[in-house]
């Protein structure tokens, strides 16, 4: 691997490659379906609906690791102009300071430049993603009794907040209203 290549794919980095299931696998049959529909021109509001004998949890997974993806493509993208010096505060526009916590080393909200809070959060969304106690990949091995709630966490912190607008939201109404009762 050449020098320019190890260090695009360095952990350290913001880019990360993506995240892939197994051919042959009932996600990668989902996850070649979920493609398929949203390349093909057709309604959006159509193309999360839980396809007729599918399981829940799976099309959640499927979704949530595209999710990732394309999040890590799109920071990719924004990561060189967005430096601590550029970016001290990660922030959700003047009115929205976000702060970062954790388990190990913050343990209370501590501010933090933007590409530091982004590396932190993209890391723990990959230790969540490939963490098998909440993804298994296994076919056989069930999802944890509480995966929906893990994402419902997410869905109310950006209704909340208002982060995303409501008409942004509206392909997936049917989807969380399902998930969040």
């Not at 070649?32 to 309604?43: C, E, H, I, P, W």
């Not at 990561?79 to 300071?97: A, H, L, N, Q, V």
């Not at 993209?122 to 990949?137: G, S």
Request: glycine residues 4%; hydrophobic residues 35%; charged residues 25%.
């Amino acid at each position: 691997m050449s020098i320019g290549l190890k260090q695009v794919f360095n952990k350290d980095k913001t880019f990360r490659p993506k995240r892939k299931f197994d051919p042959g696998t009932q996600r990668f049959e989902l996850h070649k379906r979920a493609q398929a529909s949203l390349t093909s021109g057709v309604d959006l509001k159509a193309t999360v609906q839980l396809p007729t004998g599918e399981d829940l949890n799976d099309w959640v997974a499927v979704h949530v690791v595209d999710f990732f993806n394309r999040i890590n493509l799109i920071y990719g993208t924004v990561c060189d102009f967005c430096t601590e010096r550029t970016c001290p505060i990660m922030s959700g526009g003047p009115k929205y300071e976000y702060r970062w916590q954790d388990d190990n080393r913050y343990k209370k909200p501590t501010a933090l430049p933007a590409p530091q809070y982004m590396n932190l959060l993209m890391d723990w969304i990959e230790v969540q993603i490939n963490n098998e106690d909440i993804f298994p990949t296994s076919v056989g091995v069930p999802f944890p009794k509480n995966f929906l709630q893990i994402y419902k966490h997410f869905y109310y912190f950006v209704t909340e907040l208002n982060l995303v607008d409501r008409k942004e939201l509206e392909p997936l109404k049917e989807m969380t209203a399902h998930m969040c009762q």
